[in-house]
């Protein structure tokens, strides 16, 4: 592991692109040279720093939250594109967010959605569920909601109605990966709940295929895929685990000085890590 991308504070949201890497530090948007990690230039957009912000990017578009509001900039110049107000208080603030090529998806605190068109930057409000909904993951015409109560929820994108739904846990799903790639099974949905259970779901007939208990000591998050492995990462417990995917067996754990709370973004075999206590990036070479 090496110390990759260096800033002045922890990194809250990071999109890695083709040639860059856009990150969110304090109150600043920061691009830095993906082979390089150096920086190439940066923008102050918020007056204030904070640490509940999320990032999200793609095809030229980067979308920051920040509590009830959302932001849009172009993902080149850091230009502001517009803004918008989507709730008023801790009531209504924005707990998730994911996007496609055509819309922005905020989860907004007590089972909203509210969706912002990418081109016409329409919003239009939808009540989902009696819940809050921290994990968001755009499925084909489908929209996959992990919520605060342990249910996994398959939205129809055009109307935003429930086809769907899992019990998954009593607590909060908080972390929701999507492996494409399963071989003869098609598309797998892993999940990662607070009560410490790692789930493999399949999204062809949603329902569960197997469940890993006690998968890690304290709260974690689904990483991502490298080849035949799932990469699980704990910020609390300083561990990252690899699961053999098909399985769900555990091949190994990695010890590593992380805290509270982070980012990872897996591509190719390499693996982008943030963490309260990195000033940064740092890069880890699945392949050693």
Sequence with gaps: MKHFVITESAVLGFCVADHHIDCLCANKLQKFEKASGQLLFEKLIFDKNGLA???????????????????????????????????EDLSSDICGMTMDDKTVYCSIRNGKIITVDRTSFQETEHIISDSSMWSLKSYHDHLLCGTVSGQLL?????SLSLEKSLVLSRQNIRSLFIDADNNSRGSILYAAA???????????????LSVQKNAH???????????????????????????????????????????????????????????????????????S
């Design 154 to 158: 398959l939205l129809n994108k055009a």
């Design 53 to 87: 912000r999320i990032l999200t990017a793609d095809n030229g578009q980067i979308f920051v939250s920040d509590f009830c509001m959302l932001y849009a900039f172009d993902q080149y110049t850091y230009e502001l594109l517009g803004k918008w107000q989507l709730g």
């Design 217 to 287: 000591a304290k709260m974690f998050d689904c990483a991502g895929a490298y080849q035949d492995i799932l990469v699980t990462v704990s910020h609390p417990c300083s561990e990252i685990a690899f699961w053999d995917k098909h399985s769900l067996q555990k091949i190994k754990t990695l010890s590593v000085p992380l805290k509270l709370s982070g980012n990872t973004c897996l591509e190719g075999n390499h693996m982008y890590l943030t963490s309260r206590n990195i000033d940064g990036i740092d890069l880890i070479d699945l392949e």
């Design 194 to 208: 607070q009560d410490k259970k790692l789930f493999q779901i399949d999204l062809s007939q949603f329902e569960i």
